[in-house]
């Protein structure tokens, strides 16, 4: 009896205490400059270890930081992008903290008067339409990296990442579940490509995410204590990093324990979060103005030109294929995934009048070999894939045989025209030559005829499989079902 009373107060203690998750993102966008934010450096990846620096970006004395004004037109581009208010008046401050990969010991960066505040933008998921509130964004300069040496225990500093500008944008709490801090970052993810302030490259490091995540006892309106996640470089990542950190938290507090404020790696080979050091707070970084910076301006007229210049945005884009195209949700959303796919996409209408037909190819065969953000690198052209669908449309090819020919544009980069021309793959449309073939068919598998006679019509599936082989694909489908449903009879 006791031990049932004991697992009956657990069973209650789970079902009394219910908790909701709490949680704010920190992303850093680099930004798709050609020079650091302070210097001329290159801000290429991929160099070798410390060529891509001088005295501005390695801190030396005497030497003296210039703001690149494109820094400053992307944070403009991402405010109004995100319905953010601009500060015409904002500064930078120095954030003072050390570490080997920071050679100034300090980052400048902004503190009190960044360049954006009060954003928002509107994530889905699961069908409900949720609006996440955005605190600032700012403008900053990345530090460098440091390189683990797998042989020694040591470790190397690689600076040339150091002063490329980055643009961090901060999240409300508004957050509610691992789910939803996924749903948000694909959409800054995909705003700030559509923008090109940066190339979204997760595996690179130009678009990292700090996850803020905490537990409160559901009604409750104080937040929990925190802990940051960190090291996570794909949104799979960020999804488990966060579904663990939360289980963690629960099972914390449902035995009675307090959640250490703390900052957590995660790490995937072992699917769990491990302590990097206690979580700091604004005041541990000992902000002050720089000196070395004049405040920037920004006036009306900027503001304007940059709004002029946007490009159409994600949502509106979506929208547009929906009630211009009129494509279901599903194929809109996956088409505007990606600017690169998007335009694409466009571009394949603008010669091919069917855009559905277009969407269901794009979003099965192309999109099985390239993914939305490498669509630059497929060798098929829009107007290259616009013909083969053409060819389709008009029967000279059959939608079996267009899968073989694109797999071999894939390979080749060959016009679908030529291909099919080369490999004798026009489709036979010719009644006589099929109806022949048909006759032979029916006469070799006499069972199946009487099955379909006896009303089990679904056998002309195997008829037509059958002429499809003995053609090599080549019959019309269409031509064939007509066909053979006559000839049964």
Partial sequence: MKVGHRCCDFQNKNRIMEFETVIGLEIHAQMKTESKIFCGCSTAFGAPPNTHTCPVCLGMPGSLPVLNRQVVENGIKL??????????????????????????????SQFELPIAEHGQIEIEVNGQRKTIGITRAHMEEDAGKLVHDDLEPV????????????LEIVSEPDLRSPEEAVAYLKKLHAIVRYLDISDGNMQEGSFRCDANISLRPKGERKLGIRTELKNMNSFKNVQLALEYEERRQRDILLDGGGVVQETLLWNPDKARTES???KEEAHDYRYFPDPDLVPVAIDDDWIERVRQALPELPDARRQRFMDELEL????????????????????????????????????????????????????????????LLAMVEKATISGKIAKTVFADMLATGEDPEKIVKDKGLVQMSDEGELVTLVREIIAANPEQAQQFR???????????GQLMQKTKGKANPQMANTLFAQELK
């Fill in 454 to 464: 006896d009303g089990k019509t679904k056998v002309i599936g195997f008829f037509v």
């Fill in 155 to 166: 470790s190397h500093v690689d600076l040339n990442r150091t002063g490329t500008p980055l």
């Fill in 276 to 278: 990097m050091r206690g």
């Fill in 79 to 108: 405010a109004l992008a995100a319905g953010f208010s601009i500060n015409k008046e904002n500064r930078f401050a120095r954030k003072n903290y050390f570490y080997p990969d920071l050679p100034k010991g300090y980052q400048i």
């Fill in 328 to 387: 279901p949700e599903y194929d809109a959303t996956i088409l505007t995934a990606s600017r690169e796919l998007a335009d694409y996409f466009e571009a394949v209408c603008a010669e091919y009048t069917n855009p559905k037909k277009a969407s269901n190819f794009i979003g099965t065969e192309l999109l099985r070999e390239y993914g939305s953000e490498r669509i630059n690198d497929c060798p098929v052209k829009p107007v290259q894939l616009a013909s």
